[in-house]
């Protein structure tokens, strides 16, 4: 009888394996999706199937992720994605946000035409294009198309991001040294204040955990670990040792990378800053109840919700008004009394114009101090809006922490008395505040209510130097000192003083009078700028200057020479300009 030949078990195996494509399958080790039989994910090293994978998406870490963005089904990369429609239209970024169209793998603001991008969207009435420049309908979403896009939103005022590439608003960064630098109206600096040091695609992005540690965001909030190009929250000791785990409760690591409360509703997130409820990974405020609730609100007037930013504000001045991002209070000095926001009752009221004049506000509320400068009841006010903005800075929607720690706009009548400005802006100094804007407010017909209120704030004319940018240098205060540059506005006009002594009329040699007396009754503004310009061809890398002014000027011709001191027409002067301590009415040129 014939013997039948039989082959060797191990053969047996690889012959099993060849036929199957030496592909995995299900619940069989991996390394990538590769590695599986067709239809097989490879996730946390074992193949799965897709509904497999899209369970795995839904459990432990990751159903946050789901929930709140959509992350519901598992890709080819062994990662959690927007895969479809109705992984959006369950997520709180579709109910909050309005972004409920699952488009390259994330949920998306879907639109037909450019105007469905505009007006607000989701349930906290989200304003994406005037926020972050998503204006133009592209391939059924709505993104940043065009630079234009970009320049009237808020990320470029604030954030410097005003170029449009890869359909979002970016910082148009090419070298380290862009990421290195101020931009934006809060001259944030990417690298330092947010550890975005590397460009890329038109951003700076955080390549490293060593990028992160220095920054603010990482000791206030938690975000030390690079990941995806910025700083996140990524370990459990991110959180827990931030100052926003320890000053709001702050101390639950979120898929999102940030920190939040384990219940924000019962945290001191809630009780003070009215941010109460969870949305994409962080406590903010979702409704005006939210914010007239907090203490916020009671201590420091922070009661008006800001959907944009998921947080309480001051309440705004009106539509002709600016409304704050990151500054803090805005402080008006109107004809007869200094108040915070839109609040009635007045903080000081001031005195006469004369008494303005002579000797600022009442000495009462300056501690009894004759010559004294602080405002003490302005300055508890201002102080108690520090402390609230802080906070705030550990919870916000987004943005970075550093640069000055609050900031504040003092909206003025165009005729307050130098006087009374420099006493409110040191009393903002010394109250906390980092960097101040100033605005004026022109004088119009009394209408019933209070007859402090004032008008709404128009920007003041401005004219263009008329002078050649070919000027030429002053060379009689040329030499190895530093400038020094002050420039002092009185009653026969404008005098330029350096570290070498004043700049004689003409504005071609050193000498005791005028440097840019008036032109009849008004000040001979066009001169100033011919003069300056020769002033910084003498001294091209200086940037500061310090303005000064009799106690009665009125603040118009204030902001006019701060203007011009700083530059205009497109030229940049001294943009580092100060107001210094105002001088008697007696000239002594």
Not at 59 to 80: F, H
Not at 313 to 336: F, M, N, W, Y
Not at 345 to 352: I, K
Request: glycine share 12%.
């Amino acid at each position: 009888m014939a013997r039948r030949a039989s082959l060797p078990l191990w053969l047996l195996v690889v012959l099993a394996l060849v036929l199957s494509g030496c592909k995995a399958g299900a619940g069989d080790a991996c390394k990538q999706t590769g590695d599986c039989q067709d239809g097989l994910l490879c996730l946390e090293s074992k193949c799965h199937t897709q509904p497999q994978g899209d369970l795995w998406c839904r459990q432990g870490d990751r159903a946050d992720g789901c929930s709140s963005l959509g992350r519901c089904t598992a890709s080819k990369e062994g990662e959690c994605i927007a895969g479809k429609n109705e992984d959006c239209l369950r997520s709180g970024i579709c109910d909050k946000l309005g972004f409920c169209a699952a488009i390259n793998g994330r949920c998306a603001l879907s639109a037909e035409k450019d105007a469905d991008c505009r007006g607000r969207h989701g349930s906290i009435q989200h304003d994406h294009c005037g926020f972050a420049g998503l204006c133009s309908a592209r391939n059924g979403e709505c993104v940043a198309a065009t630079d234009e896009d970009c320049k009237g939103a808020v990320v470029c005022q604030q954030d410097g991001r005003c170029t449009a590439q890869d359909d979002r608003c970016t910082l148009g960064a090419t070298t380290r040294a862009h990421c290195n630098r101020q931009i934006g109206m809060l001259k944030r600096n990417p690298c330092r204040d947010e550890g975005r040091c590397t460009p890329s695609k038109g951003g700076c992005i955080a390549g490293q955990d060593a990028d992160c540690a220095p920054t603010e965001g990482c000791k206030r909030r938690g975000l030390c670990s690079a990941k995806a190009g910025s700083c996140r929250a990524e370990k459990d000791e991110d959180c827990k040792q931030s100052e926003a785990c320890k000053a709001l409760d702050l101390c639950v690591r979120q898929p999102e990378g940030t920190c939040a409360a384990k219940a924000c509703s019962e945290s001191r997130a809630c009780t003070e800053l009215g941010h109460c409820e969870l949305v994409v990974g962080r406590c903010q405020a979702t409704s005006q109840a939210h914010c007239r609730k907090s203490k916020g609100c009671a201590e420091a007037g922070y009661c008006q919700y800001d959907g944009n930013f998921g947080r309480c504000l001051q309440k705004p001045l009106g539509e002709a008004s600016p409304v704050p991002s990151d500054e803090g209070p805005i402080v008006i000095v109107s004809r007869t009394a200094i108040l915070i926001g839109d609040e009635g009752e007045p903080v000081v009221r001031l005195p006469s114009r004369e008494e303005q004049i002579r000797t600022g506000i009442a000495t009462s509320s300056k501690g009894g101090k004759e010559g004294a400068l602080l405002i003490a009841p302005l300055a508890k006010r201002v102080q108690a809006a520090v402390q609230l903005i802080r906070k705030q800075h550990l919870a916000k929607w987004r943005g970075p922490l550093g640069g000055p720690a609050v900031e504040a706009i003092v909206i003025a009548d165009e005729e307050t008395p130098y006087r009374i400005l420099i006493e409110v802006v040191y009393t903002l100094g010394q109250s906390g505040i980092g960097r101040y804007h100033l605005m004026a407010m022109k004088r119009a017909e009394p209408t019933t209510g209070d007859a402090g209120a004032p008008a709404p704030p128009t920007p003041l004319p401005s004219a263009s130097p008329s002078a050649s940018p070919a000027q030429p240098a002053l060379t009689a205060i040329q030499g190895p000192k530093n400038l020094n540059l002050v420039a002092h506005l009185g009653a026969a006009g404008i005098t330029l003083r350096t570290s070498g002594g004043a700049v004689a009329s003409g504005c071609t040699a050193l000498g005791p009078s005028v440097t840019v007396p008036k032109a009849g009754d008004a000040h001979d503004w066009d001169a100033l700028a011919s003069c300056l310009l020769r002033v910084k061809a003498a001294f091209p890398t200086e940037t500061t200057a310090l303005l000064s002014a009799t106690n009665d000027m009125p603040y118009r011709h204030v902001l006019r020479l701060m203007d011009e001191l700083r530059g205009q027409g497109g030229k940049t002067l001294f943009p580092d300009t100060n107001l210094g301590v105002p001088r008697t009415t007696k000239e002594t040129p």
